[in-house]
């Protein structure tokens, strides 16, 4: 079993960070379902040392969440270990490093995945964060892109520097999110190091997940897009089964519901006590955090037959009546079957630039 400082993990299944989609409530729905481990959307070390609002946020933790993990991303040792300090103060149990986000804004910074062109350096960060006294993690990538494969490298390096374990996405930097993951490359990783060896890349259903480990001898999964609209993934990986529509209906009504109290409650004590005003500070809390909810509704919907109508509407809703409605009628009637389609499993056709770390 993993370990991470004093917890040992229930099993190997872990929720990817992802950028505006582990937030607390989808968090706290993928645990309960079985992910061992659901880190935070990644957290910018600047905007926590700047003490920005919108930045704390993000530390917010339910209790059921244990261990606590945050991921930072920053190109400098001090700034990051002075936001890792800021995090375990916030309750974190753990810092994931994040080393391979693809994202302009991010790398052009030295963070991210930028930090595969600097081994030495991203040794000195793990280093740096260490000193905050928490376990810490990083998730890399196989390279800046084909002509400069170095993960072996890069996970020696940190391993070196007292990283308990280091997760891998199998694709480079310039691949971004299209292509195959190379998975071979988590198998030399694993060879290549002591520490556990957590895998990425291509695991969307819950068969490839049990492959990737005995393809690769990886010690944990981590699993991005997989549970987009399908938390229950980790539940099947589990042994347990598929949802029933029924429980498809239940759960997107719920995530719904805890998401509209999320961003009220991380808007700032003024959007509870402002009131209904249709203007107010509350009233403009509901419809950031319907907004917010679209794309989760997308995801909800994505292999369900009627799924394409749906979606068209479900881009257009503002009011929280509403979406409880739509959810109401398509997951509990048309949406309730699986669409069978030729070829099988239809692609995650979403933009999510941006999105996985």
């Not at 530390?59 to 300090?85: H, I, K, T």
């Not at 990425?200 to 944990?220: L, Q, S, Y």
Request: aromatic share 6%; with cysteine; hydrophobic share 45%.
């Amino acid at each position: 079993m993993l370990r991470l400082g004093p917890y040992v993990l229930r099993n190997r299944w872990i929720l990817a960070p992802m950028a505006g989609v582990s937030e607390r409530p989808f968090r706290v729905i993928a645990q309960r379902l079985g992910a061992a481990l659901c880190p935070t959307e990644l957290v910018s070390s600047a905007g926590l040392v700047r003490a920005s609002a919108r930045t704390r946020k993000y530390l917010r933790r339910d209790p059921a969440e244990q261990p606590f993990v945050v991921q930072l991303f920053g190109g400098d040792p001090a700034q990051m270990a002075e936001a890792a300090a800021m995090a375990r103060d916030a309750g974190a149990d753990a810092i994931d490093v994040n080393m391979g986000c693809p994202v302009p804004k991010v790398t052009k910074n030295g963070a991210g995945s930028a930090l595969l062109c600097q081994p030495e350096r991203a040794a000195e960060i793990v280093r740096a964060v260490a000193t905050a006294g928490l376990p810490v993690t990083a998730k890399i990538r196989s390279g800046w892109d084909q002509s400069r494969i170095n993960a072996v490298e890069v996970a020696q390096a940190l391993e070196a520097a007292g990283a308990a374990w280091v997760a891998i996405h199998a694709r480079s930097r310039a691949q971004g999110y299209a292509g195959r993951a190379d998975w071979s490359l988590i198998a030399k990783v694993k060879a290549a190091v002591q520490i556990p060896v957590v895998g990425n890349g291509d695991v969307t259903t819950p068969e490839a997940g049990r492959r990737m480990v005995e393809e690769t001898g990886c010690d944990g999964v981590m699993i991005g897009r997989g549970a987009l609209g399908n938390p229950w993934i980790f539940r099947e990986l589990c042994g347990g089964p598929p949802p029933t529509a029924e429980e498809r209906r239940e759960l997107v009504r719920g995530h719904f519901d805890a998401q509209l109290d999320f961003v009220a409650e991380t808007a700032g004590e003024g959007a509870r006590a402002a009131g209904g005003g249709a203007g107010g500070p509350r009233a403009s809390a509901s419809l950031q955090g319907v907004r917010q909810f679209r794309k989760q509704l997308l995801w909800y919907a994505h292999g369900l037959r009627g799924a394409s109508a749906f979606r068209q509407r479900a881009v257009t809703l503002d009011d929280p009546r509403e979406v409880r409605a739509a959810i109401d009628a398509f997951f509990g009637g048309e949406g309730s079957e699986r669409e069978e389609l030729p070829g099988g499993e239809p692609e995650l056709d979403l933009d999510l630039r941006g999105a996985l770390g």
